[in-house]
């Protein structure tokens, strides 16, 4: 069979390898990578009329992809995306995420990039996240996505989602919120020519002006429910790390955790109210040791960055009254008169310490601040 | 100087050292427990009055416990818990929490009981829980603290906690709230014929009647905040394990949980909103690794369990549509249509697969109850 374009163009090879094979076909994947696009391209349409013949492991792979070359043109999917002001990535060609080498031959064979500015799709390291959940999300959790969506965004993280409804919406809208900073990117399963789903067409058009919207099947593929599980895996792969906002019992946003995890990529989780079924998936994540619990944007950069070059600011779990001291010291300030003052030998026996400790005590407490002599007594600092 | 009771009597030897050193004092736990507690009362007593003639370390013990010799009869205090109907539990005696030999020279001198009942503080493994948390509460949390302590109460596990406002109070009135069940004890930080806080005072009472307060303080003992955090020490050294509901920044509860953790008990810790500031301690523990994340009175018990003892049941994460079948199988019912019914052929060139590997995946799924074929077609099963 002869196709109606040029094959030996591995730019076109690539393209139409993405509308032969399935998301996440890594047998095409192989034979992709081992022979070349074009090579493997043109293997497949020689041999597509004459599978019958061929040895039993090879024919399966001709039957397999053979069917989805009747009517191919990949240059009319090419011309749609143009039109819409997309490009096109292929493998190792400039631009083409560095990070999808972790995926092996699951890597995608292109990637549709609709974006009206040149976004980056091969982040520094640190400067990516993926933030996923629940379509079925509460006010709480798309809250979070958004407010944490925004200050990454302001500090130079891309967000990443995957442009469903709930959680991803609005992280994509926290992210479209910011002023300046990093752009956000919405990895569709279907093709960049759909909208989907129809709710957020107009968020995902705004997100094709700033950001881009990237898929691995051409314009025109319908976004089935395999498409989606496959497409969670460049979720995952694509960025530093998964961050689960809300994820209740069948949550897609585990499956991408797991794939993160599975590439080695950080994954956290925020937690919610025990009550509250969309936190469940999120909690399981967290106590299994699966995801690092995240409550806020500053923890999240962290969970992202490369050790050490980020870390959120410790919560202010400022130390009480006597947290800080050593005990003689705390026994002695804890047995003080609160608003009058006291003899040694009175704060000796309230502490239940001998005089000479009391002293010791009381004079490291003056160098610190906390209690002050007059004459023979001692009395407080107000802190 | 002579002391007016029988200081021959260990009871009454015990009980008058957990008037004379203060609680965690343990300085004065490594000489009465290698003297015994009437041996060393002697030797402390003989030396009351000439400790400047005694060289510099026993000067510094003597000087810092004989000032609470004077006018100490102990058989006061054993009055007055008698007739509050308390009774005194010392160490190694019958019914002593063999718990608290972890604490080593640490452990409490006596434990002053104010219980109707005759109920036990040597429980068996799996049986108590501290449940600690801020004062300082949410609605949520207390709600969350009250339901946690009233199903492991009627799963036969005490609920332990310190008496206070907010998390403690919670805890114990849903444990009281149980019927049947665990008895709930209030660990204070004063004597227990004072009912502190002034608020809490019905509810103390009511502990009293079905559970315990307890004390390593005489009656008359005031509470003062030395007191609470040596208090704490007992709290996570008395059970199996520690739950903080809620902590802020500054909550006792997050010292209770270090005492646990250095004690080697489990540390759990409730998630909340991270919006919440009383959930702030909680998930700085998760997220440092030094408490389990628990969501509901299950995970709860299956942390004060010994390993494999209980098992909290895993969360309803229900396997989507696709999550349970082979890589082949879900692409093949994903390609299938959702009403109508589609031959071999079509379904395989939807799905990116040879027609020998739709017929393979669609026996199995045949087999699973998931599709149905009538002639050359097949159809899903509605689920």
Known sequence: MRLPFDITDPVLAWAAWSRIAEPGDDRAGVVVRDLGPSTALDWLSGNAGRAGSLPPATRTMVERWAPRLDGLDIRRELEVLHRLGGHLLVPDAPGWPSAFADLGTAAPMALWVRSRERVTLDFPAGGSISIVGSRASTRYGETTAAEFALTLAEDGVAVVSGGAYGIDAAAHRGAL???????????????????????????????????????????????????????????????????????????????????????????????????????????????????????????????????????????????????????????????????????????????????????????????????????????????
Chains 1, 2 share one sequence.
Do not use: K
């Open 177 to 383: 919120a910011a002023r300046g900073g990093a752009p956000t990117l919405a990895l569709l399963a279907g093709g960049v020519d759909r909208l989907y789903p129809a709710g957020n067409e107009g968020l995902l058009h705004t997100i094709a002006q700033t950001g881009a919207l990237v898929a691995e099947s051409p314009p025109g593929s319908v976004p089935g429910r395999h498409r989606f599980l496959a497409r969670n895996r460049l979720i995952a792969a694509l960025t530093g790390g998964t961050l689960v906002v809300e994820a209740g019992a069948r949550s897609g946003a585990i499956s991408t955790a797991n794939h993160a995890a599975a590439l080695l990529r950080p994954v956290g989780a925020v937690p919610g109210p025990v009550t509250s079924a969309a936190s469940a998936g999120c909690h399981w994540l967290i106590r299994e040791g699966r995801a690092v619990c995240v409550t806020s944007a500053a923890e999240a950069r962290e969970l992202v960055s490369p050790v050490g070059d980020y870390l959120a600011p410790e919560p202010l779990v400022a130390p009480g009254l006597l947290d800080d001291l050593a005990p003689d010291q705390s026994r002695v300030l804890d047995a003080m008169p609160v608003r009058t003052s006291a003899e040694v030998e009175s704060i000796a026996r309230a502490a239940g310490l001998a005089p000479a400790e009391v002293r010791g005590a009381l004079g490291l407490l003056e160098l610190a601040g906390r209690v002050r002599r007059s004459g023979n007594r001692w009395g407080r600092v107000a802190s």
